[in-house]
């Protein structure tokens, strides 16, 4: 799951690079057709669903950690400790 949060992060990372280096280019304008410009929604998108899967990701790690801290035993109570 950390894996997936990383490589959305990096997925991001790559579209604000590509749409800051095709930003020089005026759209549509006599450009090939293999040429697809990253509009600023798509980042906007993509960075949305990054942050949503990363705060999805944190609040189930400290939610299994807060149970897991309710939910251990208590140490015996009766517990002498004997110094020699």
């Known amino acids: 799951m950390g ?3 990383l490589g959305m992060q990096a997925t991001v990372g790559l579209l604000v690079a590509k ?9 549509y304008q006599g ?8 509009l600023a929604l798509d980042v906007f998108l993509v960075q949305a669903c990054g942050n ?3 705060s999805h990701f944190l609040g189930l ?3 299994l950690e807060l149970l897991r801290s309710v939910t ?9 400790v004997k110094l020699a």
Request: glycine share 0%; proline share 17%.
């Open 31 to 38: 450009l090939s057709p293999a040429y697809s410009p990253v």
């Open 52 to 54: 949503t899967l990363l």
């Open 61 to 63: 790690l400290f939610s």
């Open 19 to 27: 749409a800051l280096t095709s930003s020089a280019n005026p759209y």
């Open 72 to 80: 251990l035993p208590s140490p015996p109570e009766n517990l002498i």
């Open 3 to 5: 894996a997936t949060v």
